[in-house]
């Protein structure tokens, strides 16, 4: 095991000690049916481990984080301790309180010599 690995280990045993489960959930286009006028809408769900934040005053420029969005710190790994899919904008995250959030901008993968050990999300519901 690197030591890239057994970071993004440790980060996802802290995040299970002091995060929650969450639901990813992610909605895709299919393919156009001319029948129809209409394309099929594929939704995919994963659960992964993170611990939302509230964002501080100094961060919240109104620009890309607005008053109220959340900061999501992620797990890399599902929790049944695969991988997760990376997540993407207006994927949504659902919390155990029931509260859905929409990933918009920022997001960054935190990926040191290219591993993903956890993702940092912004979250606006």
């Not at 990813?24 to 659960?47: C, E, H, N």
């Not at 984080?65 to 991988?83: C, E, P, R, V, W």
Request: proline letters at 3%.
């Amino acid at each position: 095991m690197s030591f890239y690995s057994r970071m993004k280990a440790t980060v996802d045993r802290m995040l299970k000690g002091k995060g929650q489960t969450l639901t990813l959930t992610r909605q895709s286009s299919g393919t156009y049916d001319p029948a129809t006028g209409l394309a099929a809408v594929t939704t995919s769900t994963q659960t992964g481990t993170g611990a939302i934040f509230d964002y501080g005053n100094k961060n919240i420029d109104g620009t890309l984080i607005k008053q109220g969005d959340k900061n999501l710190l992620l797990s890399a790994f599902k929790t049944d301790g695969t991988d997760l899919t990376a997540p993407i904008l207006n994927d949504t995250v659902t919390d155990v309180n029931g509260i859905i959030y929409t990933i918009v901008e920022p997001l960054k993968t935190i990926a040191p010599a290219g591993i993903a050990i956890m993702y940092d999300c912004n979250l606006r519901a």
